[in-house]
């Protein structure tokens, strides 16, 4: 079963960064997806960023392209996103997703199952003006 631990988060003002990182354990052999979601109140659950996990392939939203990068360390079985020029709107709970590709991983074609997905138990960014 795989287990995914986020940490990271915290409150920035406008224009700085933070940095996230995704601990994942249990993870097989087999091809998968790592990516990073968010949820503000109110509002649904997005995909921000993904990564197939031992390849370069990155994905990004449209909303945090050029500001966020995904990153991985196979070694630690880590997937990182930095986060930087920081906006209020950004201010939302992020968390940490694992499942097999589809297509690949990027954001407008793969989604994470429902029954099949691992997501971790998130981490608040909170970005003030």
């Known amino acids: 079963q795989v287990q995914l631990a986020e940490s990271g988060g915290g409150s920035v003002q406008a224009g700085g960064s933070l940095k996230l990182a995704c601990v994942a354990s249990?993870?097989?052999?087999?091809?998968?997806?790592m990516a990073w979601f968010r949820q503000a109140p109110g509002k649904e659950r997005m995909g921000v960023a993904s990564i197939y996990f031992g390849g370069t392939n990155t994905h990004y939203a449209e909303s945090v392209k050029g500001r966020f990068t995904i990153s991985q360390d196979i070694e630690k079985n880590t997937v990182y996103l930095q986060m930087n020029s920081l906006k209020p709107e950004d201010t939302a709970m992020y968390y940490c997703?694992?499942?097999?590709?589809?297509?690949?991983?990027?954001?407008?074609?793969?989604?994470?199952?429902?029954?099949?997905?691992?997501w971790g138990q998130g981490t608040q960014v909170t970005v003030s003006s």
């Open positions: 249990g993870l097989s052999d087999s091809p998968t997806c």
């Open positions: 997703v694992t499942d097999e590709p589809y297509m690949g991983c990027a954001l407008h074609i793969w989604t994470p199952g429902r029954d099949s997905a691992s």
